[in-house]
């Protein structure tokens, strides 16, 4: 079978491999979507403090259902399946505590385990032990259900901002994320969501998908002013910062309303991981500043069935589709940013 498998920095190749065999707790699916994401354009680039080479990538997952261990209850062949990536050990004292999203010892596909960015794949007993295989609703195509894993990851960034009814939002950052977080805020009941981006091009492609109540491209437009103008000066309830950018995240503490809360959702880069608070800021208005890390298996099993009753659509953000063969021309479209979703079919 066919993979691609990071070997070093600017080193992602393709190779051909045995078939994996799975083992008495395991299962082995074959792949039909793995789509990808920011994270693998800084897998191929940095490479991840995590990930010992040489490793199969790729996270988001979905496939059927190819072989089932003799010790598995629960699956056949040919059952379609998405795949956690952020994988909980279910027993640390932060997950005794319901906190999965910041186990102590996770452990990832792609990372400790090979992923999706293959013909085939094994599901480790690290995913069956707590519940990560999720069956993919009637009627939801693989693509769509990849998708549920960075779904799974929105979803619970705006469960921690308290997105609700009536809100007034900000999204910065108008790549496939971005786009999730609009349809999200819109379903969880926002009253109006504003998306932000400086990149004009992106922030149209994303726009004439999602319909934001307004579209600000921070490369003409003062974004502060511009949020408060549509706000009548007040600012936002809720801003999310899709971004790499700490700048993203000092400038939307100065469009939140009073009470209002920045959901630091997009991770910085390393070597520049702070930012400057204005502490009286967010002392005087009562603002909140909530983190956000990956998502738990509830959380991928949620965002499927939100995928697939519609509430939140998704098929229409996977503007770009290759076979596995490309998956370099895939790393190199999400890198400059000329798709919403990308996805691998291998």
Not at 37 to 65: L, R, S, W, Y
Not at 75 to 96: F, H, K, L, N, Y
Not at 324 to 339: E, F, Q, S
Request: proline letters at 6%; one cysteine or more; hydrophobic letters at 40%.
């Amino acid at each position: 079978m066919k993979v691609a498998r990071f070997y070093a920095p600017g080193d992602v190749r393709l190779e051909d491999m045995d078939e994996p065999t799975p083992g008495p707790d395991e299962v082995k699916i074959r792949v039909r979507n793995c789509s990808t994401c920011g994270t693998d354009v800084k897998i191929f680039n940095n490479g991840h403090p995590n990930m010992t080479p040489p490793q199969v990538m790729g996270h988001e997952i979905a496939g059927e259902v190819v072989e089932v261990g003799s010790d598995v209850s629960g699956w056949s062949i040919g059952d379609g399946v998405q795949v956690i990536a952020a994988i909980p050990d279910g027993t640390c004292e932060e997950c005794r505590r319901g906190r999965l999203t910041v186990c102590t010892n996770q452990t990832s596909m792609g990372y400790q385990f090979p992923g999706g960015f293959a013909e085939y794949m094994i599901v480790p007993r690290a995913v069956l032990a707590v519940d990560g295989l999720n069956r993919i609703p009637d009627g939801l195509s693989f693509a769509e259900a990849s998708v549920a894993e960075p779904f799974a990851c929105v979803l619970n960034g705006q469960e921690l901002a308290g997105v609700g009814d009536g809100d007034d939002v900000v999204v910065v950052g108008a790549g496939p994320i971005g786009c999730l977080h609009v349809r999200l805020a819109r379903a969880r009941g926002a009253k109006r969501v504003f998306l932000i981006d400086l990149n004009r091009g992106r922030l149209d492609m994303s726009a004439s998908a999602v319909h934001p109540d307004a579209a600000i491209c921070g490369a003409e437009v003062d974004t502060i002013d511009e949020v408060k103008k549509l706000t009548d000066g007040r600012g936002v309830d809720v801003v999310i910062t899709a971004a790499a950018a700490g700048k993203t995240q000092e400038d939307g503490l100065q469009m939140l309303a009073r009470g209002g809360r920045l959901s630091a959702f997009g991770g910085l880069p390393k070597d520049k991981p702070t930012i400057t608070v204005d502490a009286n800021l967010v002392h005087y208005r009562e603002l909140t500043i909530v983190g956000a890390n990956g998502s738990s298996p509830d959380h991928n099993k949620r965002a499927l069935a939100m995928i697939a009753s519609g509430e939140v659509p998704v098929n229409d953000l996977i503007t770009v589709r290759l076979p596995l063969d490309r998956v370099h021309d895939a790393i190199d479209t999400v890198a400059r940013g000329a798709a919403i979703k990308v996805t691998i079919e291998p």
